[in-house]
């Protein structure tokens, strides 16, 4: 059984940025996709940005250009690296990894989730 960790939420202004990891025990994250979602209050869950087993990403043009997901195979951990943060980037972010090796905007797609990391941007 997979379990995945994220770390490195906190609270940021406007414009600066984190990097949020994930850290996986359990099995090994090399042939998983891996997606990262979010959650704000009262809203529903949001994919934020996936890459596959082989490294191919895709993220939605909301976040392109200002987020960027990573994996790290040898360390059997994944990153998402938040840049010119804003507002309504603030939720609670999830990473997630899929056994069928790629990522989907679909959250059931996905085989094991993290408890989630607080991001807060403030004015």
């Known amino acids: 059984q997979v379990q995945l960790v994220e770390s490195g939420g906190g609270l940021v202004q406007a414009g600066d940025s984190l990097r949020l990891s994930c850290a996986a025990s359990?099995?090994?994250?090399?042939?998983?996709?891996m997606g990262w979602f979010r959650q704000a209050p009262g809203k529903e869950r949001e994919f934020v940005v996936g890459?596959?087993?082989?490294?191919?990403?895709k993220a939605p043009d909301s976040v392109k250009g200002r987020f960027t997901i990573s994996r790290d195979n040898a360390k059997n951990t994944g990153s998402l690296q938040m840049n010119s943060l804003k507002l309504e980037d603030s939720a609670v972010y999830y990473c997630?990894?899929?056994?069928?090796?790629?990522?989907?905007?679909?959250?059931?797609?996905?085989?094991?989730w993290g408890q989630g990391t607080q991001v807060t941007v403030s004015s």
């Open positions: 997630a990894a899929a056994t069928r090796g790629s990522w989907s905007r679909r959250a059931e797609y996905y085989d094991y």
């Open positions: 359990g099995g090994s994250l090399s042939t998983y996709g």
């Open positions: 890459i596959t087993s082989g490294g191919d990403i």
